[in-house]
């Protein structure tokens, strides 16, 4: 399956950039600037039931990990320097990253097990009720308000063009786990509901770089933009 990319930028580097649940490429609007302002060429995926990208209410992780790798290697030419998932498309690049090879992996507060055993009905029902409260803005702007108005706008679009039957499959076959490879970067907030303390300080054992943000948000750019940036010396250099 191949998925719907947005290019941008003309870089001689290359980064790659997977949203979370019910976002979009346009979620990564002000990274993908920060992005092209640093040199790179920014190739920003909408997941499967996401965005323009087909829909396939029998998917997984690892068919959304396939699809991300058949996309990049039909529509990219030559290596890849970052690659950087939120949330969701953590999970999805951890399953990727071994054929994707960049040389830097970036997981943003991604949560390490994925549920499987669920109830395909209850969750469609519980994901189109996340999407018709993320399609309102008014709803986004009390619920979020650190977002602009081109984050409100992005997030609104995403949420249109998300499907509740594709998500709900992730979540209907076995637990999915993975673990971050050591020599990768885990940004987290501080607070997270998603990498807790025990599983930073577990993550930093094994050789993974921890890097936190306090107070920030799950999609820490949209609260945190400044702060992110200075997280990551290896991807935005001074």
Excluded: K
């Excluded at 690049?93 to 830097?104: N, Q």
């Amino acid at each position: 399956m191949l998925l719907n990319l947005v290019a941008s930028g003309r870089g001689p580097r290359s980064a790659l950039l997977l949203h979370g649940m019910c976002g979009s490429s346009e979620s990564w609007g002000a990274v993908t600037d920060r992005l092209i302002d640093s040199g790179y060429r920014v190739l920003a995926v909408d997941l499967p039931g996401h965005g323009f990208s087909p829909r396939d209410a029998a998917t997984s992780v690892s068919a959304a990990a396939d699809a991300v790798v058949e996309t990049v290697r039909t529509g990219v030419s030559g290596p890849l320097a970052v690659a950087m998932g939120h949330s969701y498309g953590g999970s999805v690049l951890a399953a990727a990253v071994g054929r994707l090879r960049p040389t830097t992996a970036v997981y943003i507060d991604a949560g390490m097990l994925i549920r499987g055993g669920q109830n395909r009905e209850a969750l469609i029902e519980q994901y189109e009720n996340d999407r018709r409260l993320r399609s309102r803005r008014g709803w986004l702007r009390r619920a979020r308000p650190y977002y602009d108005e081109r984050a409100i706008d992005a997030e609104v679009r995403a949420a249109e063009r998300f499907d509740p039957a594709t998500m709900a499959a992730v979540s209907l076959g076995d637990d999915v786990r993975w673990e971050p490879e050591p020599g990768s970067i885990v940004v987290r907030a501080n607070p997270s509901d998603w990498v807790p303390e025990r599983s930073a300080a577990d993550l930093i054992h094994r050789g993974v770089h921890v890097r936190e943000i306090p107070g920030a948000a799950h999609t820490v750019w949209y609260s945190h933009l400044h702060e992110f940036v200075d997280a990551l010396p290896e991807v935005f250099p001074v």
